[in-house]
């Protein structure tokens, strides 16, 4: 397998202000990183895709300039939520590329904006 | 990717074999079938895949049928830990880079 964390476990802030998320893959080195949201009762939603050393792919609806993500190192990468509002408010995992057939997810974090 | 479709919830008995089941009939030759868990307020955990043989580790059995239209993950020995939503996901092969795709999954619920 592979051993993923993400800091902080959950987060509260206030409407306006900008939040960042770290995603730390602990045991190997991953060149790509993906990020989903959850909002509560639905399934996970692919945000975007994080490559190390090059601009991050996002998925269509998501906000490049809202949700910045850097992935500066082949053990992190973070998402930023900028400007956040209540509708953000959600549970945000990444996930780690360790070959072409596995994914490995971190526990998440739960974001509220009030 | 080819869409699946898994029953919304399911309950077993603890101690006994959960079986989940997954229609995907739309699948392609080169596509995978993924199955995943999610407990409550984690990350989704892998557990197995497979293209067309049966596989089976420490986690749970995989069995695909013939024609590769459906599968089922089996949980041998169910324990309420393995309360969760379970998703069937399949992916091309070489999507191996790609995200991915969640359906609404099942959600299982071990009864004591």
């Known amino acids: 397998g592979a051993v993923v964390s993400q800091h902080p476990s959950w987060v509260i802030c206030k409407s306006g202000t900008s939040v960042k998320i770290e995603c730390r893959s602990l045991?190997?080195?991953?060149?790509?990183m993906f990020w989903y949201r959850q909002f509560p009762k639905q399934s996970l939603m692919l945000m975007a895709t994080s490559n190390e050393g090059s601009k991050a792919t996002y998925e269509q609806g998501v906000e490049k300039d809202k949700f910045l993500i850097n992935h500066a190192s082949l053990t992190l990468s973070t998402l930023t939520v900028t400007s956040a509002h209540p509708e953000d408010s959600s549970f945000y995992i990444c996930?780690?590329?360790?070959?072409?057939?596995?994914?490995?997810f971190g526990p998440g974090t739960r974001l509220t904006v009030t | 990717d080819a869409k699946t479709t898994q029953p919304t919830s399911m309950d077993c008995a603890e101690g006994r074999a959960a079986n989940l089941p997954c229609n995907h009939s739309t699948i392609s030759g080169n596509e995978y079938v993924y199955w995943y868990r999610q407990i409550h307020s984690q990350g989704p955990q892998y557990i197995i895949h497979?293209?067309?043989n049966n596989e089976t580790n420490e986690m749970a059995s995989l069995i695909i049928t013939e024609d590769r239209k459906s599968s089922t993950l089996i949980l041998p020995h169910a324990t309420l830990r393995d309360t969760a939503v379970y998703y069937c996901?399949?992916?091309?092969?070489?999507?191996?880079?790609?995200?991915?795709?969640f359906g609404k999954g099942t959600h299982l619920i071990i009864q004591p």
């Open positions: 497979g293209l067309k």
């Open positions: 045991d190997f080195q991953a060149t790509t």
């Open positions: 996901i399949v992916r091309d092969s070489g999507g191996g880079a790609d995200g991915l795709t």
């Open positions: 996930s780690v590329l360790r070959t072409a057939y596995e994914q490995y």
